[in-house]
């Protein structure tokens, strides 16, 4: 029999998620009214998690300008929806894996299709009604004990009324999922962050692999995702890849391995072919992602003095 904590807390984090896509398809609706045709055109709201609202920015301008604009944004859609009570405390640019995720209008449309079997169908057999009542029985006081009774019950029911209508088992836990849907909401979570990771690992390996070669490769290990692995996300991991290590690498060096796998990432050839031509126009076009801005200005500054 489920705990009454376990059932509370499973129920809350699937009503959380549930809230989110409404809010999330609610923004989405008015998005076009509430930022201007610049904006609208450029950024498009993708996710919505505890308070933040996740973007997806076309223009690679508009992700150093969105810091510029976020306030407005939301205060835009606070200012709009306050009858509602929805309130967005920041925006963050989304990753490729939480672009490539369902689209709230699916889940949506999912939500409000016509069950096949109701609610009133339902009925407990008397052994579930009996572990019902030992669970609850060393509650005290009666009105309370009741209330817990019920909760329970219904949670059950509700069980059953979404087997009845095609829900099963999610493939790393025990909550319920939708039939089309593989894995609950933060299992799915999880297992796109453990996606992403692999690939990173992929193309740290070999960053020369293709982007089809990549997703081949990552569905040979992760077959269960060939849902979410789309080239779009392949080719995602790869760019976050690449500025995660241009982070560490500082600006003048040249030599180092981090260097060597940045420039075969970024031009996709093996380390064994890069020469010190193609290391240093790479590490020149990337030079405004590298660890050590002071020393770009400074050298900006010599060669400027130069001319």
């Known amino acids: ?14 009503e959380a998620a549930t809230r989110d896509d409404f809010l999330l398809s609610r923004i989405i609706s008015r998005w076009n009214e509430l930022v201007d045709k610049n904006v609208a055109d450029n950024v ?26 976020a306030e407005e944004i939301i205060d835009a859609i606070n200012d709009a929806f306050e009858q509602e ?55 005290v006081d009666e009105n309370l004990r009741q209330i817990a009774f019920q909760t329970m019950a219904a ?41 992403v990771a692999e690939l990173y690992r992929i193309f740290y390996d070999a960053p020369q692999m293709k982007t089809h070669e990549a997703q081949k490769l990552l569905l040979e290990q ?14 995602s991991a790869r760019v976050s890849l690449i500025q995660r290590i241009a982070n560490k690498v500082r600006f003048g060096d040249e030599t180092s391995p981090d260097v060597l796998r940045l420039v075969a990432l970024e031009k ?10 193609i290391i240093k126009r790479t590490l020149l076009d990337l030079q405004f992602n590298l660890a050590d801005g002071a020393s770009l200005l400074r050298y900006n500054a010599r060669k400027s003095s130069r001319k």
Request: hydrophobic share 40%; proline share 7%; glycine share 4%.
């Open 1 to 14: 029999m489920i705990a009454i904590s376990d059932l509370l807390n499973g129920q809350m984090t699937s």
């Open 44 to 69: 498009k709201p993708v996710k919505m998690e505890r308070d933040i609202l996740f973007v997806d920015v076309k223009n690679s301008a508009f992700k150093d300008q969105l810091k510029f604009f």
């Open 85 to 139: 009570k929805l309130r967005i405390k920041e925006i963050r640019i989304a990753k490729g894996f939480q672009i490539a995720d369902k689209p709230p209008e699916k889940i949506q449309s999912a939500q409000v299709t016509k069950s096949e079997v109701s609610m009133n169908t339902i009925t407990l057999p008397d052994e579930e009604i009996k572990a019902c009542e030992d669970a609850v029985a060393k509650i």
């Open 155 to 195: 949670y059950v029911r509700s069980q059953h009324l979404k087997l009845a209508n095609g829900w099963h088992k999610c493939a790393r836990c025990e909550v319920l999922c939708p039939p089309k849907d593989t894995f609950c909401v933060p299992c799915g979570i999880k297992e796109r962050e453990a996606m």
């Open 222 to 235: 992760m077959p269960h995702m060939r849902g979410e692995c789309l080239p779009e996300v392949v080719e």
């Open 268 to 277: 996709r050839l093996p380390l064994e072919k890069l020469t010190p031509a």
